[in-house]
């Protein structure tokens, strides 16, 4: 499983920024504030992101998406970013109580060649054979997931499909990933649990490195608090000794008092130290 960074790099190093100008959903102009995010696959078996990059970028086209993803066939696949990151899509339609469209970004994910379909079920799907083709998807959409839920700060719970939308009364019917991904053991609950456990590592990730700073911060400080003062500053320091600016700190190294000349002089170390200073002049 990708780390959060890596999931961020691997989708940077695929992703293209490729507006389709001629659509509506662009020439609109019209912008959201995600709150969420709807997975479609196209339904039907064309696996090249420019089939549908050219069938989307005309203005007779009654569909538009933020990103389409795809040309697993040929390698680790594109991400092609063809609306603005929070332009209003044309992805779900309405539902009863109105359409995510309106709040949730959205893109289309290729489907491998080879199968066809009947009344919304896929017929002649070879799962071992699109078994490398599905691998390289669920590692493309699951890195994209991560990277947007980062992008916008939505909640796991906004990561959906075509079909939630028509569920939850915010989308037209549609059977979408589901009539797919199960056929590979996958499910929008699984790509939601891996995009969760990718985000719990980071912070997981986060909180061992603190605790780590600070455990190498104390042995630098041990390092740093002994008499291991440069022959340059013996003068100086016999001095600020001898006048009681400088003590130790009730340790010794080597028989002398430890007064960490080589640790880093604190706030509260420089105000006693001047105040000592102004007590010392004051009596002269």
């Known amino acids: 499983m990708m ?26 102009g019209r912008t959201i504030r995600p709150a969420g995010c709807v997975n479609h696959s196209v339904g039907c078996a064309q696996p090249s992101v420019d089939v549908f990059f050219n069938a989307m970028n005309k203005s007779s086209a009654g569909w538009g998406v933020n990103a389409l993803l795809g040309d697993f066939h040929k390698g680790e696949g594109r991400i092609v970013l063809t609306l603005q990151w929070n332009g209003r899509p044309w992805g779900c339609g309405s539902g009863s109580k109105g359409s995510w469209n309106n709040t949730k970004v959205q893109w289309e994910i290729c489907e491998p060649a080879g199968h066809t379909y009947a009344g919304g079920t896929m017929v002649g799907y070879d799962v071992a054979k699109n078994q490398r083709y599905f691998d390289r998807m669920w590692k493309m959409v699951v890195a994209w997931n991560v990277y ?39 499910s929008m609950d699984a790509l939601r649990k891996e995009v969760q456990e990718i985000l719990n590592g980071e912070t997981e990730d986060d909180d ?77």
């Open 148 to 186: 947007m839920v980062k992008k916008f700060g939505y909640p796991i719970s906004g990561i959906s499909d075509h079909a939630e939308s028509y569920r939850a009364g915010y989308g037209s019917n549609h059977g979408d990933v589901g009539q797919w991904w199960p056929k590979h053991c996958k």
């Open 208 to 284: 061992m490195d603190v605790a780590r700073f600070k455990e190498l911060w104390g042995e630098m400080r041990k390092e740093l608090q002994d008499n291991d003062a440069s022959a340059y500053s013996a003068e100086a320091r016999e001095w600020a000794t001898k006048n009681g600016l400088i003590a130790g700190n009730g340790t010794t190294v080597n028989g002398e008092p430890n007064c960490m000349w080589g640790d880093i002089l604190t706030r509260e170390q420089f105000v006693t130290v001047l105040y000592r200073w102004t007590q010392m002049m004051g009596k002269a």
């Open 3 to 28: 780390t959060v960074q890596e999931c961020i790099q691997y989708v940077e190093s695929h992703l293209e920024i490729r507006p389709a100008t001629d659509n509506g959903a662009y020439t609109s």
